[in-house]
Nanobody, 115 residues
Framework: QVQLVESGGGLVQPGGSLNLSCTASGNIFSINLMAWYRQAPGKQREFVAL???????NYAGSVKGRFTISRDNAENTSLLQMTSLKPEDTAVYYC?????????WGKGTLVTVSS
């Protein structure tokens, strides 16, 4: 099993920046990718960004050029750097990984973009 814990959410003004962190524990050696998803109020959960063990990254079109995903292997941590934030980025952000075909999710961290 894998456990994921997110941190770093909060309130930020439009145009501001925020960094999210996700720390994985448990059977981390089977992890081939780590990803971020988000769910805005009244909407379905949507993909934000991912990176693979091989170093490939992928982003949703709505965040490309503004968000950067990276991994700190020594700390088993996924980082999501968010810049030029917009009110429509407001959502609960979830960390995700897949291990042995099983999806694992963190509990989420709330990001609110508002003046």
């Amino acid at each position: 099993q894998v456990q994921l814990v997110e941190s770093g959410g909060g309130l930020v003004q439009p145009g501001g920046s925020l960094n999210l962190s996700c720390t994985a524990s448990g059977n981390i050696f089977s992890i081939n990718l780590m990803a971020w998803y988000r769910q805005a109020p009244g909407k379905q959960r949507e993909f934000v960004a991912l990176f693979t063990k091989g170093g490939t990254t992928n982003y949703a079109g709505s965040v490309k050029g503004r968000f950067t995903i990276s991994r700190d292997n020594a700390e088993n941590t996924s980082l999501l750097q968010m810049t030029s934030l917009k009110p429509e980025d407001t959502a609960v952000y979830y960390c995700n990984t897949v291990s042995h075909g099983i999806n694992y999710w963190g509990k989420g961290t709330l990001v609110t973009v508002s003046s």
